[in-house]
């Protein structure tokens, strides 16, 4: 009995180390300090293996964009604050509707806008990191909710 | 059982086992007793390698699957969350409903 629980606890032993090795072998320590500290630009670093000169090519590349997106954002606001004053003040049919229209369209300038972005920033990856990058991001891109903040599962449809 | 009238109590009483004496029975007992205290663990893995073989595949293939499986659903949990942080930093539309 006592070699029984003996072997038992030897095999025990190993196979919790070996679970822990490979645990270890598949993490990704820095992503995940990088999700911690929820720092994107530490993501596309270390998850695109990004080195120094492309790291700062797309960090300046967001930099400028941030601009555009900040002009857009201001667009956006401006544009939903005038449907809801119409729709409060009872304006007619076609302007809610001429209100709606110009919402979607400034939308739809913002979502080729931002995969304009994303995609000069694959530009700059290695081409297998930018295809990844890209089937990363895109679809979620085309998943985000216009008209609230996304949840982690992206699952609101536009 | 000769006779079914005879009462079974006489019968057992007169019924006699005499078995043929076995002289190394003793010594076999003795024997056997003898080698399981000298028993070592080695031995006992020996004489049960094939079970302990399959056990031991068994738990550590489990937990090399395990340990890689929660390793990898963590890595994708980490991407998940940075790509959505990365884009709700980039999307205007959202950051027209963030901001006041």
């Known amino acids: ?158 | 059982m000769d006779s079914p009238q005879e009462p079974l109590s006489q019968i057992l009483q007169s019924w006699n086992v005499n078995p043929p004496p076995d002289s190394g029975f003793r010594a076999a007992v003795w024997q056997r007793i003898g080698r399981r205290s000298r028993e070592s663990w080695p031995v006992y893995l020996r004489e049960h390698a094939a079970a302990w073989v399959l056990v031991a595949v068994l738990m550590i293939g489990a937990a090399a699957y395990t340990g890689n499986s929660t390793a990898r659903a963590r890595v994708r949990a980490d991407r998940e969350s940075l790509a959505v942080t990365y884009l709700v930093d980039l999307d205007p539309r959202v950051q027209a409903t963030l901001r006041p």
């Open chain 1, 1 to 158: 009995m006592k070699y029984l629980l003996a072997t038992l606890g030897i095999v025990l032993a190993a196979a919790a180390a070996t679970g822990f090795v490979c645990y270890r072998l598949s993490c990704e320590p820095a992503l995940h300090a990088a999700a911690k500290k929820g720092d994107a630009m530490e993501w596309l670093r270390t998850d695109f293996h990004l080195d120094d000169r492309q790291f700062a090519a797309i960090r300046e590349l967001h930099d400028r964009y941030s601009g555009d997106c900040d002009e857009h954002c201001r667009r956006i606001q401006e544009a939903s604050r005038l449907k809801k004053a119409l729709v409060a003040g009872g304006a007619d049919r076609a302007a809610v509707e001429e209100a709606d229209r110009r919402m979607k369209e400034l939308r739809e300038i913002c979502e080729t806008a931002i995969a304009r972005h994303v995609r000069q920033v694959a530009a700059i990856m290695s081409p297998g990191e930018g295809r990844r990058y890209l089937a990363i991001v895109l679809p979620k891109i085309a998943n985000f909710d216009h008209m609230a903040a996304p949840d982690l599962n992206l699952s609101h449809t536009p």
